[in-house]
């Protein structure tokens, strides 16, 4: 999977501009964007759209001081953005892997709060009545989902990252880094859902009914011949649209706040450290963004891991569907439901997503990019 995604897309991107002074330019069908993110005007662009700054500074072969990776190569061009994705597919597919078993428990919990009230408790009753292989449901569209999203999500995040430096410019970048922190996770997620949401959908199928198939593929046959494909697969799109792109902005903003503040408590920067002391400032920023991206998204969650269970909200169309669900179960049980177990979840694999994906991008010869405080700011 890994080596099909790198080869597809490392056909469209290998067109960009010659290295200069260790930028390279991106090639102008990625720079022009698509779509709204095309049209969105910037802040301190005027009538100036992003995509237009950006095939302009293309043109130009704009090249600034601002890109100061803390290690490897000092070139952002079309093979760091594969070598990012690479990572963001490697870091998600582990940590959301490895997290399996509380993941099934916070479902179950979701799903069904009077038989699994407590994650503790959830663990022992579903190892107690289906033995401890269950804990391990859904592993298989876990894991190959998670890369997927994860590829399409942390590269998306450094492209589009990347391209707005190139088009505010350093000092105007520095100043508006959290707006383009939000703006970066927002389109990424978009694109990434697409592909997310027919796994995602085949993992809570299998969770909420183990006995329904006998693996992924066979799940999804059944579930498409059953509902037909949007059915099947895309009727939780718009929660998991009301739950990842806020969880993501969420996550990629705070992560950055944080870290940014523990490098200044600590008077340095991540370009003077070590690869080990950024890891260590990617574990406790990715902690503290987890939670807070666990708490922001946990309401769509809910709503999510219901709508697809086999029957949930009646048999009206998707918004009727989620109007009933949220009726059923009030406002205050969506936000609370399962949200312990999903804070340990997501605390922990943030924190191991931004310390896997240093430590990859470090194997393959690369330097995530930083934003880096001008000269005289």
Not at 45 to 74: D, M, Y
Not at 309 to 330: F, H, P, Q, V, Y
Request: aromatic residues 10%; positive net charge; proline residues 5%.
């Amino acid at each position: 999977m890994a080596s099909f995604l790198f080869d597809s897309a490392r056909s469209s991107l290998c067109s960009a501009a010659p290295v200069r002074e260790g930028v390279r330019s991106v090639p102008p069908s990625f720079a022009a964007g698509s779509g709204a993110f095309a049209a969105a005007p910037v802040s301190g662009l005027g009538r100036k759209t992003f995509a237009a700054s950006v095939v302009e500074n293309v043109s130009r072969s704009r090249v600034s001081p601002f890109f100061a990776p803390s290690a490897g190569e000092k070139v952002y061009d079309a093979m760091y953005y594969l070598k990012a994705a690479l990572a963001g597919g490697i870091c998600c597919s582990i940590t959301h892997g490895g997290l399996t078993p509380v993941d099934v428990v916070k479902t179950r919990m979701q799903l069904d709060p009077a038989k699994y009230p407590s994650m503790i408790g959830g663990f022992g009753k579903i190892a107690g009545e289906e033995g401890a292989a269950a804990l391990l449901t859904g592993l298989g569209p876990t894991a190959f989902g998670y890369f997927v999203q994860g590829w399409f999500k942390f590269g998306g995040v450094e492209f589009f990252k990347i391209q707005f430096v190139n088009a505010l410019g350093e000092e105007k970048a520095w100043d508006n880094r959290n707006n383009i922190y939000l703006a970066s996770a927002a389109g990424a997620e978009v694109i990434a859902d697409v592909f997310l949401c027919p796994l995602e959908a085949t993992r809570i199928r299998l969770v909420s009914n183990p006995s329904y198939a006998n693996g992924m593929m066979a799940a999804m046959g059944k579930m498409a011949a059953e509902e037909g494909v949007v059915g099947a697969f895309y009727s939780g799109f718009f929660p998991i649209l009301c739950k990842q792109v806020p969880y993501t902005m969420a996550k990629f903003a705070v992560q950055g706040a944080a870290a940014e503040q523990i490098y200044k408590s600590m008077g340095t920067e991540p370009t003077k450290c070590s690869g080990s002391t950024n890891i260590t400032v990617s574990l406790g920023s990715g902690v503290i963004a987890g939670v807070a991206a666990a708490i922001i998204s946990h309401p769509a969650d809910t709503l999510l891991s219901k709508i697809n269970k086999a029957g949930a909200g009646g048999d009206g169309g998707m918004l009727s569907r989620l109007s009933n669900i949220a009726a059923e179960t009030g406002f205050v049980k969506l936000c609370t439901q399962g949200l312990g177990a999903r804070c340990v979840m997501i605390g922990t694999l943030t924190a191991g997503q931004f310390a896997i994906f240093d430590s990859v991008l470090g194997a393959v010869g690369a330097s995530k990019y930083h934003f880096h405080k001008p000269e005289g700011k």
